[in-house]
């Protein structure tokens, strides 16, 4: 870790799956900032709650998208719509499934009512520096 990194952990209490988030600071003071502390490892709890298959959208891979397109424009295909309406439709599921399967874009595990990237803009600020996650490794037994 460099000296603007945090690096928190969490274990689940089935000791089946666990994970570590890495934030990196602008300003490495900030990462001993107990608010910094602490939401880095409430991310630790969402990751082992939600299971997100990415960190960020542009993880994902263009064939995935894709695939998801056809599956989507197959479930509006007989809809009584004009056609942009119907590509309208499949843009927002397609925008709406990348929110659910991306980290950053999912409402905060302890406040739904933001992202995990607004949170953590927000827990910056409070410490005066800009913050970012830069790593996730989850783990899960059996998989």
């Given amino acids: 870790l460099a000296e603007n990194d945090y690096c928190a952990k969490y274990i689940h209490s089935d000791a089946?799956?666990?994970?570590?988030v890495v934030l990196t600071a602008?300003?490495?003071d900030a990462v001993n900032n107990q608010k910094v502390k602490d939401f880095a490892y409430d991310c630790c709890l969402h990751y082992v709650a939600f299971t997100p298959l990415y960190v960020t959208q542009?993880?994902?891979?263009e064939d995935y998208i894709n695939e998801q397109k056809e599956i989507f424009?197959?479930?509006?295909?007989d809809m009584d719509?004009?056609?942009?309406?119907?590509?309208?439709?499949?843009q927002g599921k397609i925008k709406k499934h990348l929110a659910e399967i991306c980290?950053?874009?999912?409402?905060?595990?302890?406040?739904?009512k933001v992202?995990?990237?607004?949170?953590?803009?927000?827990?910056?600020?409070?410490?005066?520096?800009?913050?970012?996650?830069?790593?996730v490794i989850f783990y899960q037994l059996g998989l």
């Fill in 26 to 28: 602008e300003n490495k």
């Fill in 16 to 20: 089946k799956s666990g994970v570590l």
């Fill in 58 to 61: 542009d993880q994902v891979s």
């Fill in 115 to 135: 992202t995990v990237a607004k949170k953590l803009d927000e827990i910056g600020k409070e410490a005066g520096t800009k913050l970012a996650v830069k790593e």
């Fill in 73 to 77: 424009m197959k479930q509006v295909a």
């Fill in 103 to 112: 980290f950053m874009d999912q409402p905060f595990v302890k406040d739904d």
């Fill in 81 to 90: 719509k004009p056609e942009q309406v119907k590509a309208g439709i499949v």
